[in-house]
């Protein structure tokens, strides 16, 4: 089956750096993305990971292991606009194309 | 360039009544998805659409809900009749596709809320 799991909510201070992680096991894989979500709004493309690594995109960085199926978001100078819930998600390659397969997300509240 | 468009953006009806949403993709995007997020939960897959194929609608209630992408571009999903468990955000989302070479990044509409009373 498909299951990948983050923690449900985290809390950070403005300033600080938060880490988001988020373990998968899946087939099919081919790739971990992260999205954002703020509340009442669809959620908008932070990175994308096909190989092992970090990519970094300003103050947010994405890791992925693929061996150990995990993967994390680093958020850097937490901002109080970047509360919001962030989600993973993996891409599935099957019929003929792909979907992405989300976690639960993770609600982060940053505090002044 | 426009964004995916979805309507309405919120619907308020009393179980066993039909409702219906819209969808309109980011053009030239061939791959269209239709997922539901429940709250405090990440989308989950309805269905894929590979042009005007519907590829994967194994996660859809047949029983009560329909789908359709006429002449590949448009799509609208319906259900009939709602029940209260329905009640979520319908989100609408489009992608380049495999063939297009690009990393399939999808793009979401703003949603349709439901409420069944």
């Known amino acids: 089956g498909q299951n990948i799991d983050q923690p449900t909510e985290m809390t950070a201070t403005e300033g600080a750096i938060v880490q988001i992680n988020c373990t998968y096991q899946?087939?099919?894989?081919?790739?971990l993305f992260w999205y954002q979500q703020h509340a009442g709004e669809a959620p908008t493309f932070l990175s994308y990971n096909v190989l092992d690594g970090l990519e970094e995109k300003g103050r947010f960085s994405s890791f992925l292991s693929r061996s150990k199926g995990y993967s994390y978001l680093l958020l850097k100078e937490l901002q109080m606009k970047d509360s919001a819930s962030y989600l993973c998600a993996v891409r599935v390659i099957y019929n003929q194309g792909g979907k992405l397969i989300f976690g639960q997300g993770t609600e982060l509240s940053v505090k002044p | 360039e426009a964004g995916v468009v979805q309507s309405p953006r919120y619907k308020i009806i009393e179980k066993k009544q039909p409702v219906a949403f819209w969808c309109n993709p980011i053009?030239?995007?061939?791959?269209l998805y239709w997922y539901r997020q429940n709250l405090g939960q990440g989308p989950e897959l309805l269905i894929r659409?590979?042009?005007?194929?519907?590829?994967?609608d194994s996660q859809l209630p047949k029983d009560r809900f329909s789908a359709e992408r006429l002449k590949g571009v448009d799509s609208t999903l319906k259900i009939q009749p709602a029940e209260l468990g329905d009640s979520a955000v319908y989100l609408c989302a489009s992608s380049p596709g495999l063939s297009s070479g690009r990393a399939e990044e999808l793009f979401f509409g703003e949603g349709s809320r439901l409420t069944v009373l």
């Open positions: 659409y590979e042009n005007e194929e519907a590829v994967d």
């Open positions: 899946t087939s099919g894989f081919n790739g």
């Open positions: 053009s030239g995007h061939n791959t």
